[in-house]
């Protein structure tokens, strides 16, 4: 498939004609959606950008700084989103916005705990999560060989003389490695005042996610669960106080569950996908329930989609 070509803008791209730029043949765009922790304050044209862009058939995706406030409350930071984007589709996902030197220094294991938090908690509402960094970054700071298993990566990379113009040929993309690039920060878009970064994505794939839905096996890995054996959680999950029941509070479950688990937006508690557990019980109210320490969880649905194994 070919490529395709996009952008990504904030507020201070000021109001877009977006059907100008959908003319122009632009067919995503990554918006900013709020502030970076301090403030969570949502950008002041996400709205607007989010609503026309997608009237005028571009695929949307959002991107989220993260700094030195991020550290602090990094639950917190994520959550903030997640209540800004109020469940929306967002076709070209969320894209954790790594390139602040004040965070630079962290270790790669503490870097790669921080990245964890924020993909357990959106994927847990169904979004897709991807990296954006430069080149350095990619190179220099991050864990990139284990982070590549399980991300896609968005890279910024300009010439020297940046003119806002793509060259497929330039020794510059990121192509080898990265699924985007981010070949201008001068590029020239009908329908935007000023100067706007400029993107392509080289998979020419932008998948459309109606709803956001969590992605699981649909083959079953095993049909029998026994108690007292330890099984793996396929995806991330809620805890239930009963099968089908109530969901469990962060602040209710065992303190080692609390070593592999996030928050959700209400202060529900999220095991994350490769949390170890140990079976206690089994139930089958239509679906395979299973009781760990902390409460029940969906062993497998009544569809025989496996959330553990």
């Not at 430069?134 to 968005?154: C, G, I, P, S």
């Amino acid at each position: 498939m070919s490529e395709v070509f996009g952008i990504d803008v904030s507020h201070h791209n000021g109001k877009i004609d977006w059907a100008k730029v959908a003319e122009s043949g632009k067919k995503f765009v990554i918006m900013k959606a709020q502030y970076e922790a301090k403030s969570h304050i949502i950008d002041e044209a996400f709205e607007y950008n989010y609503t026309e862009a997608g009237k005028n058939g571009l695929a949307r995706g959002v991107y989220i700084y993260i700094a030195t406030a991020s550290l602090a409350d990094p639950v917190g930071d994520a959550n903030a989103l997640v209540s800004k984007l109020k469940g929306r589709k967002l076709e070209y996902g969320i894209w954790l916005d790594l390139e602040d030197n004040r965070i630079k220094h962290l270790p790669k294991t503490q870097m790669n705990d921080l990245i964890d938090v924020y993909t357990a908690i959106f994927r847990a509402v169904g979004y897709k999560v991807g990296i954006y960094c430069n080149r350095d970054w990619y190179v220099n700071v991050l864990d990139t060989a284990k982070l590549k298993k399980e991300f896609e990566f968005w890279v910024a990379r300009y010439p020297r003389n940046d003119k806002g113009t793509y060259v497929e040929t330039s020794k510059l993309s990121p192509k080898s490695y990265a699924k985007a690039w981010q070949y201008s920060s001068k590029g020239s878009v009908p329908g935007i005042n000023g100067l706007v970064d400029l993107d392509v994505d080289f998979s020419g794939k932008i998948a459309e996610v109606t709803p956001p839905v969590v992605e699981i096996p649909t083959k079953p890995k095993s049909d029998i669960y026994t108690v007292g054996k330890v099984y793996t959680l396929q995806s991330n999950m809620y805890i239930r106080t009963e099968p089908n029941g109530e969901k469990v509070k962060f602040n209710k479950i065992t303190l080692n569950a609390r070593l592999h688990a996030v928050q959700d937006s209400e202060g529900n508690a999220v095991l994350k996908k490769g949390t170890r557990v140990t079976c206690k019980e089994v139930a089958e109210p239509g679906a395979i329930w299973m009781r760990i320490p902390s409460g029940w969880v969906c062993a497998k649905a009544a569809s025989g989609k496996v959330f553990i194994s």
